[in-house]
C-alpha cells in the first residue's frame, strides 16, 4: 500500500492549506484514514481521522473547529482542510491507513500503512 500526502507549503497564520493523500495498493474504501503530525522537537500527534465511508470524523481538541477531515472513495484520496491556521500547526504532516477497522481511531499504532509527510509551515 502507498500514500503519497501532497499540499504542504508555507502560509501566514490566519490562513488556509489544503493537504491530499492519495493512496494506492489497497482498497481504499476499506481503509479507515488518518492525520497525524510532528512538530520540531516533539511527538507525532493525531490530528484527525475518517471511517471507510466518511460518514464519521474524530478530531484532536486543538484542531477542532478549524481542521476538516474527507475523503473521495472514487478518487482514492483524502483530504485535510486547514483553516485559520496557527505557528503551533506547524509541522510534518502523515497521512495513515488503517486496513483493518472500519471507525477511525486516535492511536497511531493502530494504522498500519504511512505516507512519507509533508512539511506545513504557519508564520507568524
Known amino acids: 500500500v502507498q500514500l503519497q500526502a501532497s499540499g504542504g507549503g508555507l502560509v501566514q497564520a490566519g490562513g488556509s492549506l489544503s493537504l491530499s493523500c492519495a493512496v494506492s495498493?489497497?482498497?481504499?474504501?476499506?481503509?479507515?484514514m488518518g492525520w497525524f503530525r510532528q512538530a520540531p522537537g516533539k511527538e507525532r500527534e493525531f490530528v484527525a481521522a475518517?471511517?471507510?465511508?466518511?460518514?464519521?470524523?474524530i478530531y484532536a481538541d486543538s484542531v477542532k473547529g478549524r481542521f476538516t477531515i474527507s475523503r473521495d472513495n472514487a478518487k482514492n484520496t483524502v483530504y485535510l482542510q486547514m483553516n485559520s491556521l496557527k505557528p503551533e500547526d506547524t509541522a510534518i504532516y502523515y497521512c495513515?491507513?488503517?486496513?483493518?477497522?472500519?471507525?477511525?481511531?486516535?492511536?497511531?499504532?493502530?494504522?498500519?500503512?504511512w505516507g512519507q509527510g509533508t512539511l506545513v509551515t504557519v508564520s507568524s
Open positions: 495513515a491507513a488503517d486496513t483493518w477497522r472500519v471507525r477511525p481511531d486516535t492511536k497511531e499504532n493502530l494504522y498500519n500503512y
Open positions: 495498493g489497497h482498497t481504499f474504501s476499506s481503509c479507515a
Open positions: 475518517v471511517s471507510r465511508g466518511g460518514v464519521t470524523t
